[in-house]
T-cell receptor
Framework: DSGVTQTPKHLITATGQRVTLRCSPRSGDLSVYWYQQSLDQGLQFLIQYYNGEERAKGNILERFSAQQFPDLHSELNLSSLELGDSALYFC?????????????FGNGTRLTVT | AQSVAQPEDQVNVAEGNPLTVKCTYSVSGNPYLFWYVQYPNRGLQFLLKYITGDNLVKGSYGFEAEFNKSQTSFHLKKPSALVSDSALYFCAVREGRNNNDMRFGAGTRLTVKP
């Protein structure tokens, strides 16, 4: 068990809808990362937060947004959903901004857009 | 920006034989390299990392990896494969000057046959 909790595990929704994915990092970790894993795109970095502030942005669409709250949990909001957004969404955490710290991953949220 | 390549989509080995999963990287500064393993319906699990020092790094479950600066490679190895090693393996890199995100390779599916 990595200590990173993601909810829900599965989400099925229709095109055009909006969903929110939630992540609780490991106890003591200040950094949260979001990744999207799809069959044809591999593991794509979306965004990182550190102690409530955005630190890095990857291939995140404008329809997607995220935030990290004072209690350090994070939410990823996906709106105007398209079929191509169907994927596994992973959250990961690390203690801080140290470059030698590995990431600890949750088990992901599987999003299916129909 | 940093990047990593895993040239093999699939690696097949017989149980008891040595295994190698290849990874090459590209960074403009010092590389910080990681290997992760993913089992079905689970998040990525950290195996080992190279930050500095000895080029041969030992990690979890008997895995090790060899850092080669001249070849910009960080291949994952294990002297004797187990059927339970069958999984998806990801190489990842962080650039020393910019630790804000970790970039992953496309993954290599390792199958160990009895």
């Amino acid at each position: 068990d990595s200590g990173v909790t993601q909810t829900p595990k599965h989400l099925i929704t229709a095109t055009g809808q909006r969903v929110t994915l939630r992540c609780s990092p490991r106890s003591g970790d200040l950094s949260v990362y979001w990744y999207q894993q799809s069959l044809d795109q591999g593991l794509q970095f979306l965004i990182q937060y550190y102690n409530g502030e955005e630190r890095a942005k990857g291939n995140i669409l404008e329809r997607f947004s995220a935030q990290q709250f004072p209690d350090l949990h994070s939410e990823l909001n996906l709106s105007s959903l398209e079929l191509g957004d169907s994927a596994l969404y992973f959250c990961a955490s690390s203690p801080g901004t140290g470059h030698n710290s590995p990431l600890h991953f949750g088990n992901g949220t599987r999003l299916t857009v129909t | 920006a940093q990047s990593v390549a895993q040239p093999e989509d699939q690696v097949n080995v017989a149980e008891g034989n040595p295994l190698t999963v290849k990874c090459t990287y590209s960074v403009s500064g010092n590389p910080y390299l990681f290997w992760y393993v993913q089992y079905p319906n689970r998040g990525l699990q950290f195996l080992l990392k190279y930050i500095t020092g000895d080029n041969l790094v030992k990690g979890s479950y008997g895995f090790e990896a060899e850092f080669n600066k001249s070849q910009t490679s960080f291949h994952l190895k294990k002297p004797s494969a187990l059927v339970s090693d069958s999984a998806l393996y990801f190489c990842a890199v962080r650039e020393g000057r910019n630790n804000n995100d970790m970039r992953f390779g496309a993954g290599t599916r390792l199958t160990v046959k009895p």
